[in-house]
């Protein structure tokens, strides 16, 4: 009978995604992440697998952490689809100005692995797709409101507005002030097409 683990799984889980989230895969070791969580390699490699299997398992649960927060912060009642647009891209460029702010795991994971490696070009492409669908779904309400034009395509312009809040992140990594980070989201949301007068 195998002996119950001795240590929160989900503790070394997130020690092992900040350790990535800062170094990179390839920036980090198994040496590095046993080192943080204070766990032996054996110990590690026989609950989660090499390196890539962990990172795996954390890029997984980041990505699902991604999509509920959009679905959570995006989802609601009608009459208010708009003010929930604007403050997700609004709170998000604050977000990406901070300082030390680390970039978005799923960027940074989705930048370095995605041409080798196959499972997290799905996971990535899956969670982009889940992303967009919360915000085609956002305008959709919108457009129902009255808040979109009615001959808007919801999908099309969801998509465009998953390219700005992906640009946002990249230029807030560069180091872009905040005011110019919120002028561009407030630049992309005062462009969609209003109702005719």
């Known amino acids: 009978m195998p002996r119950p683990r001795e240590f929160d799984e989900e503790s070394v889980l997130n020690t092992a995604r900040d350790q990535f989230w800062t170094t990179g895969f390839a920036g980090t070791s198994m040496d590095a992440i046993a080192a943080a969580t204070g ?54 460029a604050t977000a990406c100005a901070e300082p030390g702010h680390r970039g978005c795991l799923l960027a940074k994971g989705t930048a370095e692995l995605a041409e080798h490696d196959e499972v997290v070009a799905a996971r990535s492409l899956k969670t982009f797709e889940s992303i967009h669908q919360a915000i085609t779904a956002d305008l959709e309400a919108c457009r129902r409101n009255g808040d979109l034009d009615p001959a808007a395509d919801p999908r099309q312009l969801a998509g465009l507005l998953l390219a700005v809040h992906r640009g946002i992140e990249a230029l ?13 989201a407030e630049t992309a949301l005062a462009h969609l097409p209003r109702p005719p007068r």
Not at 40 to 47: E, F, P, Q, V
Not at 172 to 184: F, M, S
């Open 39 to 92: 766990l032996g390699k054996g110990s590690l490699y026989g609950a989660f697998g090499g390196k890539r299997q962990l990172f795996h398992r954390v890029f997984d649960d980041h990505c699902d952490a991604a999509i509920s927060s959009a679905n959570r912060r995006l989802g609601g009642d009608d009459a208010q689809a708009f003010e929930r647009l604007t403050a997700y891209f609004l709170d998000h």
């Open 172 to 184: 807030g990594k560069a180091g872009t002030d905040e005011d110019t980070l919120r002028g561009i």
